[in-house]
């Protein structure tokens, strides 16, 4: 019997292809608040002889979420994995950023986190060897100026998930946090008050990876088996990483270059 995973944001980007690659190894439940690209991601996955379904899923209502946890484990008998995925982008200094945005941001990226943990963790804690993937960004480690509540709302991911972690020792149940940097996908095209000078910056550094949705799918899965708890997408973002903690004054001083670039 296969095991199931749970992934919200699953209609688009990372989270369908996520979806797709999954498939093989686990019935895959779809949530999503897109309801007619959920199910044309569900029809793909049944396409190629795999079981899914799709569920309408909004992140940022709880009761909503309880709500899909129990549609899930009705539908599949049991959960094993949730990948905590869906999330939007956002652009604008702390001073400028709109209180809209700031409440947008957070109870999309950080509260559906928080709300799609608390639904599923009773049954997930059911099962032998269950797991919760957080999906964050590399912008949680090294806050770039001009992104503040976004930065805000995925370090508070990488927060949540060093917590929860330290919560579920026993329990059976792995936590992992996943910080990719920009690859290529269709994140700008969610990005709140952006101003067209940092899009197209962004969205150079997505058209200048090394990587993409698959890739970072492929090392999702990979670090649930191996039960890594931080995954970082490639070489030169764990060594950014790596200057970003043992380093931080560098590593501040190239943030200050990067304004100078952008101004």
Same mark, same amino acid.
């Given at each position: 019997?296969?095991?199931?995973? #749970?992934?919200? @944001?699953?209609?688009?980007? %990372?989270?369908?292809?996520?979806?797709?690659?999954? /498939? +093989?190894?686990?019935? &895959? *439940?779809?949530?999503?608040?897109?309801?007619?690209?959920?199910?044309?991601?569900?029809?793909?996955?049944?396409?190629?002889?795999?079981?899914?379904?799709?569920?309408?899923?909004?992140?940022?209502?709880?009761?909503?979420?309880?709500?899909?946890?129990?549609?899930?484990?009705?539908?599949?008998?049991?959960?094993?994995?949730?990948?905590?995925?869906?999330?939007?982008?956002?652009?604008?200094?702390?001073?400028?950023?709109?209180?809209?945005?700031?409440?947008?941001?957070?109870?999309?990226?950080?509260?559906? #986190?928080?709300? @799609?943990?608390?639904?599923? %963790?009773?049954?997930?804690?059911?099962?032998?060897? /269950? +797991?919760?993937?957080? &999906? *964050?960004?590399?912008?949680?480690?090294?806050?770039?100026?001009?992104?503040?509540?976004?930065?805000?709302?995925?370090?508070?991911?990488?927060?949540?998930?060093?917590?929860?972690?330290?919560?579920?020792?026993?329990?059976?149940?792995?936590?992992?946090?996943?910080?990719?940097?920009?690859?290529?996908?269709?994140?700008?095209?969610?990005?709140?008050?952006?101003?067209?000078?940092?899009?197209?910056?962004?969205?150079?550094?997505?058209?200048?990876?090394?990587?993409?949705?698959?890739?970072?799918?492929?090392?999702?899965?990979?670090?649930?088996?191996?039960?890594?708890?931080?995954?970082?997408?490639?070489?030169?973002?764990?060594?950014?990483?790596?200057?970003?903690?043992?380093?931080?004054?560098?590593?501040?001083?190239?943030?200050?270059?990067?304004?100078?670039?952008?101004?």
């Amino acid at each position: 019997m296969k095991k199931t995973m #749970v992934i919200t @944001g699953a209609a688009s980007g %990372l989270g369908r292809a996520l979806a797709i690659k999954a /498939a +093989a190894q686990y019935d &895959v *439940a779809v949530l999503d608040i897109q309801a007619q690209a959920g199910q044309q991601v569900v029809d793909e996955i049944q396409s190629q002889g795999h079981q899914a379904a799709y569920f309408n899923c909004d992140v940022t209502d709880a009761q909503a979420m309880d709500t899909v946890a129990q549609q899930v484990l009705s539908h599949f008998g049991h959960v094993d994995v949730l990948i905590n995925n869906a999330g939007i982008a956002s652009e604008g200094g702390v001073e400028a950023s709109s209180i809209e945005q700031w409440n947008r941001v957070l109870s999309i990226n950080l509260m559906g #986190v928080v709300h @799609g943990c608390r639904a599923f %963790l009773p049954y997930l804690k059911q099962q032998p060897e /269950a +797991a919760i993937v957080n &999906v *964050a960004s590399f912008a949680a480690l090294a806050l770039a100026p001009y992104m503040a509540s976004y930065n805000v709302s995925k370090a508070g991911v990488v927060a949540l998930s060093e917590t929860l972690r330290a919560e579920m020792v026993g329990t059976g149940v792995h936590v992992a946090v996943a910080c990719p940097a920009f690859f290529k996908t269709n994140l700008t095209q969610s990005m709140i008050d952006s101003h067209d000078k940092m899009k197209q910056r962004i969205e150079k550094w997505m058209e200048s990876s090394s990587f993409n949705a698959d890739d970072v799918a492929q090392d999702i899965l990979t670090a649930i088996d191996k039960k890594q708890f931080m995954v970082l997408s490639d070489q030169k973002t764990k060594n950014q990483w790596r200057v970003a903690r043992w380093l931080p004054n560098v590593f501040f001083r190239q943030k200050i270059k990067f304004i100078k670039r952008l101004n």
